[in-house]
């Protein structure tokens, strides 16, 4: 399988099963709020979950070894990346119900990174995906730069989690953390390999309100290490 195309097509497939994936996760984690708290209920979707976990990255293992990317830092527009980065999203069942009344606010200025663009889209995407699964309405996505070296990325939306769940919770991009549900954790899995190298933060703050705001901070030419 040398041909590029052929791999290119394979690694495109393979990454859509695995969008779809945690579009799953999603539908049976509120599965399992609706059942109640029985255990031998919450054993059968902890073996739901971890089956899909595994073949998650089951299905990053594979779509790794179609991909010819090399890491190779180069100068792009970080706010075409996004927006169409956003546009691949908009088009998706998943999302469009949420994207209405999205506001969206990019600047009207290019802000050129010095970085790698292909990792940096990767990062996009897993954060529309940690978003649109764990928010029940998408409001707003803003990209702030705060300074001449850090830039910031911040969703805001409706949250779908129980009211009792509802608590300010700080992480890093680069962790996985239990508190959230399984197709939080599912979008965060390729952020445990590249957030670290991008040296990005994220700050998730849920509110009683049952409203997320999640900041992602980054700073400008730390994509390559």
Request: net charge negative; hydrophobic share 45%.
């Amino acid at each position: 399988m040398d041909d590029p195309l052929i791999r290119t097509f394979f690694a495109e497939v393979i990454h859509k099963i695995k969008n779809k994936l945690g579009g799953i996760g999603g539908f049976v984690t509120l599965i399992e709020r609706d059942m109640g708290t029985d255990p031998a209920n919450a054993r059968l979707f902890q073996k739901i979950q971890d089956g899909i976990l595994q073949l998650n990255d089951f299905l990053i293992a594979l779509m790794k070894l179609f991909q010819e990317h090399e890491w190779t830092p180069t100068e792009f527009d970080l706010v075409q990346l996004i927006r169409s980065t956003w546009n691949d999203f908009e088009g998706t069942e998943a999302f469009v119900p949420k994207l209405q009344n999205t506001q969206l606010e990019l600047g009207r200025f290019p802000i050129y990174i010095f970085s790698d663009a292909g990792q940096w889209r990767e990062m996009v995407q897993q954060l529309l995906l940690f978003a649109g699964t764990v928010m029940t309405e998408l409001t707003g996505l803003f990209l702030r730069p705060d300074d001449a070296h850090t830039i910031q990325i911040q969703l805001i939306g409706k949250g779908n989690l129980p009211k009792e769940e509802s608590l300010r919770k700080d992480i890093s991009l680069w962790m996985t953390c239990s508190y959230f549900p399984i197709e939080a954790r599912l979008a965060l899995l390729l952020a445990t390999v590249y957030g670290h190298r991008l040296g990005v933060q994220m700050n998730a703050v849920i509110n009683e309100s049952q409203t997320w705001e999640l900041n992602v901070a980054f700073q400008k030419g730390r994509g390559h290490e």
